[in-house]
T-cell receptor, first 115, second 115 residues
Framework: AQKITQTQPGMFVQEKEAVTLDCTYD???????LFWYKQPSSGEMIFLIY??????QNATEGRYSLNFQKARKSANLVISASQLGDSAMYFC????????????FGTGTRLTVIP | DAGVIQSPRHEVTEMGQEVTLRCKPI?????LFWYRQTMMRGLELLIY????????DSGMPEDRFSAKMPNASFSTLKIQPSEPRDSAVYFC?????????????FGPGTRLTVT
């Protein structure tokens, strides 16, 4: 079974609007971490935001927030006030188990911001 | 602080040749990861090191692939002999177990083309 599922291959959003990128995960481990990375056309992977499985509040980093719904095993990324520079691939990833450090990545969502 | 450094950025080689990819992690980071990204398989973890010791190499596709980390500031991924199906972008990433997230920071990647 896929550990991380991103069902939206591509998304479009109007500049200055908010957009939600979906991510669901599968794990039986009670301790895990969820990450979002951005990959612009230049190719580098940029860390955006992290949510721990025991965190009580949704993570926020500037215009990025993570809508964490533990019972539904979802960790959607919300980007507010979209900018043209937000156009990129976005990857959701999960780390299982305290002490282990490898990430499992989803297939990504390509976001295009329309002026 | 300098980020993760990878070299070369691009490599074009002929089938059968040896290829060596290099990585310098962020100073002070004690984890180093090698990933491969292809359109077909997405981002895959190949191997990771902790304190220069290989911890999990289950993602290394076959014996043609080998990785070393002789010291805390340098790692290599070698493919010998290379095959066209090895064509991909290879990322190196590093992280530190400080704070709850110990997110991975990625290098710019090496785009490998095997003809």
């Amino acid at each position: 079974a896929q550990k991380i599922t991103q069902t939206q291959p591509g998304m479009f959003v109007q500049e200055k609007e908010a957009v939600t990128l979906d991510c669901t995960y599968d794990t039986s481990d009670p301790s895990y971490g969820l990450f979002w990375y951005k990959q612009p056309s230049s190719g580098e992977m940029i860390f955006l935001i992290y949510q721990g499985s025991y965190d009580q509040q949704n993570a926020t980093e500037g215009r990025y927030s993570l809508n964490f719904q533990k019972a539904r095993k979802s960790a959607n990324l919300v980007i507010s006030a979209s900018q043209l520079g937000d156009s990129a691939m976005y990857f959701c990833a999960m780390r299982e188990k305290q002490g282990a450090n490898n990430l499992f990545f989803g297939t990504g969502t390509r976001l295009t911001v329309i002026p | 602080d300098a980020g993760v450094i990878q070299s070369p950025r691009h490599e074009v080689t002929e089938m059968g040749q040896e290829v060596t990819l290099r990585c310098k992690p962020i100073s002070g980071h004690d984890y180093l990861f090698w990933y491969r990204q292809t359109m077909m398989r997405g981002l895959e973890l190949l191997i990771y090191f902790n304190n220069n010791v290989p911890i999990d190499d289950s993602g290394m596709p076959e014996d043609r692939f080998s990785a070393k980390m002789p010291n805390a500031s340098f790692s290599t991924l070698k493919i010998q002999p290379s095959e066209p199906r090895d064509s991909a972008v290879y990322f190196c990433a590093s992280s530190s177990k400080q704070g709850p997230s110990y997110e991975q920071y990625f290098g710019p990647g090496t785009r490998l083309t095997v003809t």
